[in-house]
Every structure is written in structure tokens, then in C-alpha cells.
């Protein structure tokens, strides 16, 4: 008869070196948490300073706004979106981020 080996629980297990990192948000009053590289965190936070708001209100407008994508790959989508509007010269307002299911929404 074989002894079991137990299994490490989650946080055992999780890679250290791994550039993804989980941040707890709440979400329309529900607390849940998002998985992004620090990058992103950093750009969120950049993007949420310069339209003077908390980072948590800008990750609920892009919740809101997403069609088909997981939260943090429209996360993704939408900081990508952002910077390259903004290296292209064109203006990224509020409205731009509600205005399309594709892009950023906001």
C-alpha cells in the first residue's frame, strides 16, 4: 500500500518569480480580485491619477463596458488601447471609453 503525498496548498505552489500579481478590487460593492503583471497595475494606476479617479472606479468602468473578454485581458486590452491612442495623438476621453465594446471602455 502506497502513503498519498500530500498536495501543497495554492499559495505553496504559486511561483514567486512570476511577474502576474493578484490585487483584491470591489466591483460594483462585491469584493473579487484581478491577476495582472505589474505593468499593467502600474499603468492603471497612471491612467486612474490622470482622470482623478481611484483605480478600483476605473477597473469597474471597464468591467461594465467589456463584451466578451475576461476581466483581466479587457484590462489588458484596455491599457493597450489607452497608450496607443494616447502615442497616435488622439485625445481618449470618457466617452471614448463607453462608446465601443472593442476598445477601452471606461
Not at 493578484?22 to 466591483?27: A, D, F, G
Given at each position: 500500500m502506497e502513503i498519498g503525498i500530500s498536495t501543497p496548498d495554492r499559495k505553496a505552489r504559486r511561483n514567486p518569480n512570476s511577474p502576474?500579481?493578484?490585487?483584491?478590487?470591489?466591483?460594483?460593492?462585491?469584493?473579487?480580485s484581478i491577476s495582472l503583471e505589474n505593468q499593467f497595475w502600474d499603468s492603471l494606476r497612471e491612467i486612474a491619477r490622470s482622470k482623478n479617479i481611484p483605480?478600483?472606479?476605473?477597473?469597474?468602468?471597464?468591467?461594465?463596458?467589456?463584451?466578451r473578454h475576461n476581466l483581466s485581458s479587457a484590462v489588458r486590452l484596455f491599457v493597450l488601447e489607452y497608450f496607443r491612442t494616447r502615442t497616435s495623438g488622439a485625445t481618449?476621453?470618457?466617452?471614448?471609453?463607453t462608446a465601443s465594446k472593442a476598445g477601452p471602455v471606461l
Open positions: 502576474v500579481h493578484k490585487h483584491s478590487i470591489r466591483l460594483a460593492g462585491n469584493k473579487t483605480v478600483d472606479t476605473l477597473i469597474e468602468r471597464i468591467d461594465t463596458g467589456r463584451a481618449f476621453s470618457s466617452e471614448d471609453l
